[in-house]
């Protein structure tokens, strides 16, 4: 049942039960009129908040569609940032790669000299430095006479046989290889012994 629903008294008694004064009809009346001011004055008013509900309503839906989407363009810039730092770390790696790629015949240079004790004096400071300078961007030489042959890294030149190996061993290290943590630049180039069958 709604307020328009609900029952109106009209009060006839000819003497007010407050004031205990005569009423006169121009006071009914005038209740009366005042009666249905405050309804209707209330109807304005109730009116009113439903429309204000739904303001509200339709405001709190958009800002929580301008959250949702605020966050997701966060979340975006996120992962562009990610992405960024990894496609930076990639291009030094590819840059560090392709510089030492571009310097093994130096390094090979270099590791002749000293395997001949020519490489002495100045050049042998200067020889150091390339090497160390190289091995602070992650530029490693590998391959030793002696160490298990793995086709992954070591290029096998030479094979022969021999009972005192029981796997694939490196035997000679003809020229060294050259690997950074994400790939080898150039494989061992090595002679392998291979156990007798």
């Known amino acids: 049942m ?3 629903d609900e029952p109106r008294f009209t009060d006839k008694r000819r003497l007010d039960p407050e ?3 005569v009423r006169t009809p121009e006071d009914d009346v005038l209740a009366e009129a005042e009666s249905v001011a405050a309804e209707a004055e209330e109807s304005i008013v109730l009116e009113g908040l439903i429309e204000a509900q739904k303001l509200a309503a339709e405001r709190l839906e958009e800002i929580q569609r301008a959250n949702a989407a605020h966050y997701n363009l966060e979340q975006q810039y996120s992962a562009y940032v990610k992405r960024s730092k ?3 770390l ?3 790696d590819r840059g560090v790669a392709s510089v030492a790629e571009a310097l093994i015949p130096v390094l090979d240079d270099i590791e002749l000299a000293r395997q001949h004790g020519d490489l002495t004096g100045p050049f042998a400071s200067i020889a150091e430095k390339l090497e160390a300078t190289l091995g602070r961007f992650g530029v490693q030489r590998y391959g030793a006479a002696g160490e298990p042959f793995d086709p992954a890294v070591h290029e096998a030149l030479m094979h022969s046989h021999s ?3 029981s796997e694939p061993t490196v035997q000679t290290v003809l020229q060294p290889g050259y690997r950074t943590a994400e790939r080898v630049l150039r494989a061992a180039r090595v002679a392998v012994v291979d156990p007798e069958a």
Do not use: C
């Open 2 to 4: 709604t307020e328009s």
């Open 19 to 21: 004031t205990g004064e």
């Open 86 to 88: 990894a496609d930076a």
């Open 163 to 165: 009972a005192d190996v």
């Open 90 to 92: 990639a291009a030094q």
